[in-house]
């Protein structure tokens, strides 16, 4: 009879070694996952991140951002908001009196316009350009302004035009030049007229930039806006005839003053139509206050009895920035010696 089978070996216990599986060197799939991708996703945000840095960084070498504005890519929004910065910042003087920078950057921005190209980043791109001409202190920058002005199939680039051209021709203006020329009045009245809200507002307050004090298209055109039935137009304009010492303003002035304080939301609400109310109506009132400030500037008169009375109710404003626009007008009001 055959001896039993000694089957110690199977009944032991296996050892945490037997237990895993044999090793076996990566696979190529592996590695790609493991190193190149994450490396990849590094190298194109350094890539973005540096092309970024470099236009933010283009310094003050007009012919950098002509380059640069002419490549055919998506980035040169970025370099357009840029050169607007740096036209606005307090190294930019030789930059705004640069005629061939003026001409170039008006070129660009026709071409642009003319490309036939819809999408986001052309717009972005016409919006800074009208920007950066605005800040010119020379004519040059007005021609390819007024021609976007002019263009009202795309109200957001005239609408930025209509303001580059109130900041062009304040500069102008304290360059001693004259920005009131027929072409421009034209140009901005015929703006006031369109069906966009946004782009007559703009030119509600452009036309009290440009205007004569007293007569004129643009003057004229002021007095009709005073009826538009939008209040963001009429408030503009309301603002532009104050700066001319009309006192046609002073009728819708009041009535931004006495526009109610909004209820403040409770601080755990996240009620952002209410803030924005709130935000919108301490706005229209401090710009009520400085169109007071603006007619009395023009005027060196006193205001009326019944616009007082209500500046002084807003000296108990909620609002902190209303209280001391009240104390700054109240301010210049003590030094307007009185009539007689």
């Given amino acids: 009879?055959?001896?039993?089978?000694?089957?110690?070996?199977?009944?032991?216990?296996?050892?945490?070694?037997?237990?895993?599986?044999?090793?076996?060197?990566?696979?190529?799939?592996?590695?790609?996952?493991?190193?190149?991708v994450p490396g990849l996703i590094v190298a194109i945000i350094v890539g973005v991140w540096l092309t970024f840095h470099w236009l933010a960084h283009l310094g003050q070498d007009p012919q950098a951002y002509v380059r640069t504005l002419r490549r055919d890519n998506e980035g040169r929004w970025q370099a357009a908001l840029n050169l607007a910065n740096d036209l606005r910042g307090p190294g930019g003087g030789a930059l705004k009196a640069d005629p061939t920078l003026a001409v170039e950057l008006g070129r660009i921005l026709t071409d642009e316009s003319k490309s036939g190209r819809t999408g986001e980043q052309s717009q972005m791109l016409r919006v800074y350009l009208c920007r950066a001409l605005g800040e010119f202190t020379i004519s040059e920058a007005l021609p390819p302004l007024l021609e976007r002005a002019k263009d009202t199939t795309q109200p957001e680039v005239a609408r930025a035009a209509i303001e580059a051209i109130a900041v062009l021709a304040t500069n102008l203006s304290a360059a001693g030049a004259d920005p009131s020329g027929p072409d421009v009045a034209e140009a901005v009245v015929a703006a006031s007229r369109s069906g966009d809200v946004g782009?007559?507002?703009?030119?509600?307050?452009?036309?009290?930039v440009i205007a004569q004090k007293g007569a004129g298209p643009a003057a004229d055109r002021l007095h009709s806006l005073l009826a538009d039935a939008h209040n963001d137009v009429r408030y503009n304009t309301a603002l532009a005839l104050a700066r001319l010492g009309d006192d046609d303003c002073l009728d819708t002035l009041a009535e931004m003053l006495s526009l109610p304080d909004q209820p403040a939301p409770a601080p755990e609400a996240r009620d952002d139509a209410a803030q924005s109310k709130r935000y919108k109506r301490a706005l229209v009132v401090l710009n009520a206050l400085r169109g007071l400030a603006l007619l009395v500037d023009a005027t060196h008169a006193p205001l009326p009895a019944a616009v007082l009375d209500r500046v002084k109710i807003l000296a108990d404003d909620p609002v902190s920035d209303v209280r001391a626009g009240v104390t700054a007008l109240e301010a210049k009001l003590a030094r307007v010696a009185p009539a007689g």
């Fill in 1 to 36: 009879m055959a001896a039993p089978a000694d089957d110690s070996h199977s009944r032991r216990p296996m050892s945490p070694d037997q237990l895993l599986p044999p090793v076996e060197p990566p696979s190529a799939g592996f590695l790609v996952q493991l190193f190149l």
């Fill in 199 to 208: 782009l007559r507002s703009a030119a509600a307050f452009t036309l009290g």
